[in-house]
């Protein structure tokens, strides 16, 4: 059956530091794969889509890359700020094109 | 305010209890999902509707019951559910295109906290 893993272990990282969040799947091959920001007792925040003839993808401080041969993303922070501090999620899409099944996460904590 | 209000935000309701969770999305969008996060686990997809019909039913239980009376509103109707239903439930809405998403993902809503005592 399709498998997402993201790392369950929380990464501590110094502010100006760059996160790197690594998101793996396994038995299939999806077209596209999705990062979200979620705060405590909130819903997920879109942040970025890279698709898979998309190697990388950039927005402000975030960037992600998406390596189909190794089946996996990753999704990096630069600068990181205290504010950065959430779990981010991947969310590659199963079956439909729309139908989005979700990592558990991975809880980043940026410290001052 | 992410253009998806659920409400209510928080629910107590006891095992014989029925009750309804509310989503209504003010983009324009023509899918609507229902998740469920319990503590410690991943989102876990529930109903899908695509053109207020529902295409997908993840297996869950007939203690939830879906409702789309257009595209813009989204229920999900509760009733003789168990403590282990206790969690947080997210309304999410997206544009299908049919073809792929847009590159603006799904905009989820704050959720409503729901407790079964």
């Known amino acids: 059956s399709q498998k997402i893993e993201q790392n369950s272990e929380a990464l501590n990282i110094q502010e100006g530091k760059t996160a790197t969040l690594t998101c793996n799947y396994t038995n299939y091959s999806p077209a596209y794969l999705q990062w979200y920001r979620q705060d405590p007792g909130r819903g997920p925040v879109f942040l970025l889509l890279?698709?898979?003839?998309?190697k990388e993808k950039r927005k402000e401080r975030l960037k992600v890359t998406f390596d189909t041969t190794l089946k996996q993303s990753l999704f990096h922070i630069t600068a990181s700020q205290p504010a950065d501090s959430a779990t981010y999620l991947c969310a590659p899409p199963s079956g439909g094109y729309n139908k989005l099944i979700f990592g558990a996460g991975t809880r980043l904590a940026v410290h001052p | 305010e992410t253009g998806v209000t659920q409400t209510p935000r928080h629910l107590v309701m006891g095992m014989t209890n029925k009750k309804s969770l509310k989503c209504e999305q003010h983009?324009?969008?023509?899918?609507m999902y229902w998740y469920k996060q319990s503590a410690k686990k991943p989102l876990e997809l529930m109903f899908v509707y695509n053109f207020k019909e529902q295409t997908e039913n993840n297996s869950v239980p007939s203690r939830f019951s879906p409702e789309c009376p257009n595209s813009s509103h989204l229920f999900l109707h509760l009733h003789t559910l168990q403590p282990e239903d206790s969690a947080l439930y997210l309304c999410?809405?997206?544009?299908?295109?049919?073809?792929?998403?847009?590159?603006?993902?799904?905009?989820f809503g704050s959720g409503t906290r729901l407790t079964v005592v």
């Open positions: 890279i698709r898979e003839n998309e």
């Open positions: 999410a809405s997206s544009q299908d295109e049919g073809r792929g998403p847009t590159s603006y993902g799904y905009t």
């Open positions: 983009l324009g969008h023509n899918a």
